[in-house]
Every structure is written in C-alpha cells, then in structure tokens.
C-alpha cells in the first residue's frame, strides 16, 4: 500500500493487524475505537473517534461526511485513568472536526475504546 492513503489497525499491544485503503466504508469501521490521523501538514489529532455525528450537533445519520469527529474526555486524571469532577462537569468532551481530504494516514487501536473493558485515556499508546 505504499503512496497509497491508508488506515493501519494494531493490537493493544502495538502488532499490526491490517491495513485497508482510507475510504469512506474503511473509515466507518473505527467508529469508537482510539485513533491517531496524519494530516497533510504532518501534524497529528488523536481522539476516539465519532463518524457519524453531525458536526455541532447531538445527532446522527448513518453516514459518512467529508469530515470526522475526534473528542477526548475534558477531566481525565490520566495517573489513575479514571474521570474527575462532579456529575455535572466529568463527562464533558471535546470534539475535533477533522476533514477526511486532509487525512493522510489514521491508525487505530482496535477494542481501545473502555466500553471494551480498557483503560481510559486520552493518549493513543499501547499497552
């Protein structure tokens, strides 16, 4: 897949899994998990990622945009990996509108998100 955009899927522990073509119906598939993207200007985001949301909105419609969603947690005590705060406040996300034209690479971490019973981070790291 060399030159070609790509999106490479580890292993908690950091091994290679796959790797696909960056499409649309490819990007879908890491929908929740931590992901890193490599934009154009080599810049990195990492966040869990959200395709489906409409950007600025609480809602969703199936599909993919020219855009995804990355949001990390606002009040994550990353020593103890656990949410901080009142009710009211830890929950309480930040979301990064990233356009897919300006995505180069993504690398995602398969069953990286804590609803799979992982620890819960903002970093996109290996365990």
Known sequence: MLGMKEIIYYNLSGEIKNREQLI???IA??????IRCWLKDNSQKVGFADVFRV??????????????????????DEDKN?????????YNQTYMKINIE??????????????????????????
């Open 24 to 26: 649309n119906n490819n």
């Open 29 to 34: 598939k890491c929908n929740g998990m931590k």
């Open 55 to 76: 950007h600025d909105e609480n809602n969703y419609d199936g599909t993919i945009k020219g855009y995804i969603n990355l949001w990390t947690y606002d009040n994550l």
């Open 82 to 90: 656990q949410l901080i705060g009142n009710n009211s406040s830890k």
């Open 102 to 127: 300006d995505i180069e690479k993504i690398e995602a971490i398969l069953h990286s998100n804590p609803r799979w019973g992982t620890r819960l981070t903002n970093k996109f790291q290996f365990i």
